[in-house]
T-cell receptor, first 115, second 111 residues
Framework: ETGVTQSPTHLIKTRGQQVTLRCSSQSGHNTVSWYQQALGQGPQFIFQYYREEENGRGNFPPRFSGLQFPNYSSELNVNALELDDSALYLC??????????????FGPGTRLTVL | DQQVKQNSPSLSVQEGRISILNCDYTNSMFDYFLWYKKYPAEGPTFLISISSIKDKNEDGRFTVFLNKSAKHLSLHIVPSQPGDSAVYFCAASANRYKLVFGAGTILRVKS
């Protein structure tokens, strides 16, 4: 069974640029969530996708957007990068969407640095 | 607004002794609580969870206690092992999709 994978591992961008981060969910999981973890803090929920639809969103501006594909993999897009966007971006998958709670399984993350 | 708080940034424990990690929350709508462990360069790994209808859940060396009236939960690790050294995150959920995390506690188990 393959776990959650993310690419790239590290990324350096400059302010104002756009970035796309990718995530492959664990086999059998149809729900993907994205989190931002700033240095010294816990992960913060960005949004969740279930069956290719956004299923909930945290307190992040619209320049953070996402997609989920029919194979349940997902992308996180961030436009107009700001210095404060520098963080570890974590993807998590779980086997169910609405209706029941399932533990979320995390990938290793993408470390984004904005200069 | 920090709905989930882990007030101890770090904890040091001797191998074989008990480790107790604490977590407080403010949102009374939270009904599911989880603990995750994180090693450097890896994503958080699920450890143990508890529903608000219970006050205790055990899994091997790990036990989570929930005190709803105090809005407090704790993770007990007995006996502690050097491999348990990691960052531990408490997380809570109210709506089945969003996890709210604390800032984490660094646990060091000395051999």
């Amino acid at each position: 069974e393959t776990g959650v994978t993310q690419s790239p591992t590290h990324l350096i961008k400059t302010r104002g640029q756009q970035v796309t981060l990718r995530c492959s969910s664990q086999s059998g999981h149809n729900t993907v969530s994205w989190y931002q973890q700033a240095l010294g803090q816990g992960p913060q929920f960005i949004f969740q996708y279930y069956r290719e639809e956004e299923n909930g969103r945290g307190n992040f501006p619209p320049r953070f957007s996402g997609l989920q594909f029919p194979n349940y993999s997902s992308e996180l897009n961030v436009n107009a990068l700001e210095l404060d966007d520098s963080a570890l971006y974590l993807c998590a998958s779980s086997p169910a969407g609405t209706g029941g709670y399932n533990e979320q399984f995390f990938g290793p993350g993408t470390r984004l640095t904005v200069l | 607004d920090q709905q989930v708080k882990q007030n101890s940034p770090s904890l040091s424990v001797q191998e074989g002794r008990i480790s107790i990690l604490n977590c407080d929350y403010t949102n009374s709508m939270f009904d599911y609580f989880l603990w995750y462990k994180k090693y450097p360069a890896e994503g958080p790994t699920f450890l143990i969870s508890i529903s608000s209808i219970k006050d205790k859940n055990e899994d091997g060396r790990f036990t989570v206690f929930l005190n709803k009236s105090a809005k407090h939960l704790s993770l007990h690790i007995v006996p502690s092992q050097p491999g348990d050294s990691a960052v531990y995150f408490c997380a809570a959920s109210a709506n089945r999709y969003k996890l709210v995390f604390g800032a984490g506690t660094i646990l060091r188990v000395k051999s």
